[in-house]
């Protein structure tokens, strides 16, 4: 999945180097790639940082909505990425047109962050600085990520000069062979000549605007790790956050356009046998940030913590059973059934929203607080549970625009319809799916809260059971 850093929060905090480690011998290589048409750079899901007041959100199956939003200006990209499924995705001529981004803005009038783009380069849109410029001008504080190939001096400029407050580029490697077998159509050299140009322009401007590095870690790129932080620091980048793939994509009724994407990352996922060696690496790596001064956020390699350590209402996203004790483990969930509608097996939530709290199944809490407490839209105007699903035929709460007249349901609307998800009482056809609008209505619709209350149980929505933050190794 595409993803990334608005607040400057990571996921996981760097931990202390313990010592550098032995010399770390080369992984076997990935064998070749299945020839499938595959999409691009993966966004890197952001996180903000937990504000005060949050505790307990996740009581309520109609939160408030949140303080941190993800909107994607534009649902597709220029390049390739073998892991990302924006090119595959159904929508990806969706471009979000700057008046309906304006009513996003003004129904959200107690945001403080928003990450621009999900899925997508955002400099493709032709307003996507327009955008930052508006948000910024309301105080809210605007990140994006990009793959940084689309980088003129005009836009170096905007980036330093719109109020942008961090942007994070995706380098997948420290050399061109590796960088361009992931990120297809890309240039290595262009990028490493545009992130020069990026910081050049920061430095005449006397900038504050945060760059970061972002790396999508996996079996293939694991041996440049040392080198793309030593990179990096030459080029003037103070961070690299290093991310896993965000999902397995082996949730039973995965749509098949994406099982190509989903080989892929069968064959791109650390396994277990690597883990040893990328603990090797890390320890290296953290010894190499600290000696170069560079902030390095590294993911966990085994799940986080025990059930026990979850909170009794709010889950840290990072926190997770052991796989002991979680019943749906990664190896398990291609065989789990779909997620029964929680409310089916549930009483009936009120449109008020009555607390899981009460429900005698309801473990500890939800290993995850997406659906809570951040908001992700798609340029197409779906409103998904997070940042992870990335796709509205995966998951969604809806569209909360209306639609055009004369226009037919589209793919993600009507997978909506058939959802397992789909929870008595919410909208039953494409037809009624797509009869409501509004950011509110969705938020606090019923699939929206059908979706929150299997969270918070141990039968999970299917898009859970195969992502990398419900297990804790994101
Ligand atoms: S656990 Fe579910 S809601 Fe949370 S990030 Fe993963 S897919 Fe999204």
Known sequence: MSAVLPTGSALVPPRAATGDAAAIPALDPIPAPAAQPVAPAASTPVRPAAAAG???????????????????????????????????RGDE??????????????????????????????????????????????????????????????????????????????????????????????????????????????RQA??????????????????????????????????????????????PDLPRRYIPIRDYVAHAELSDADLPQAAQVFEQSRALARRLGLKLCLPKLQPAAAASERGASIGSIGAMASPAAAPLAATASAAAPPAAPASAAAPAVAASGSSPASSPTRPAGPRCTWPWDQLYLTAAGELLPCCMVATADRASFGKVFAQAAGQGASPPAAAQAASPLAAPGAASSPAAAQASTGLLDRWHGSTAQAFRQALGTDQPPAVCRSCALYHGTF
């Open 54 to 88: 949050d505790a307990g959100v996740t009581d309520t199956l109609t939160p408030p909505l949140p303080r941190f939003a993800q909107i994607e200006p534009i649902g597709r990209c220029n390049l390739a990425c073998r892991m990302c499924t924006v090119n595959d």
């Open 93 to 202: 001529v969706a471009e979000l047109p700057f008046e309906r981004f304006v009513e996003l803005i003004d129904q959200m009038p107690t945001l403080q962050e928003l990450h621009l783009q999900g899925l997508g380069e955002p400099m493709l849109h032709p307003r996507f600085f327009d955008m930052v410029e508006l948000a910024a001008a309301r105080g809210i504080r605007v990140s994006a990520n990009t793959n940084l190939t689309l980088l003129t001096e005009s836009r170096a400029r905007r980036c330093v000069t719109s109020g942008l407050a961090a942007l994070s580029v995706s380098l997948d490697g420290a050399s061109a062979g590796v960088y361009e077998s992931i990120r297809l159509k890309a240039s290595f050299a262009k990028v490493l000549r545009n992130l020069d140009r990026l910081v050049a322009a920061r």
């Open 206 to 251: 006397g900038s504050a605007l945060h760059i970061r590095g972002v790396m999508v870690l996996m079996r293939h790129n694991l041996a440049e790790l040392l080198a793309l932080i030593e990179l990096l620091h030459r080029h003037g980048v103070p961070e690299l956050l290093v991310q896993r793939l965000s999902s397995d994509l082996t949730q």
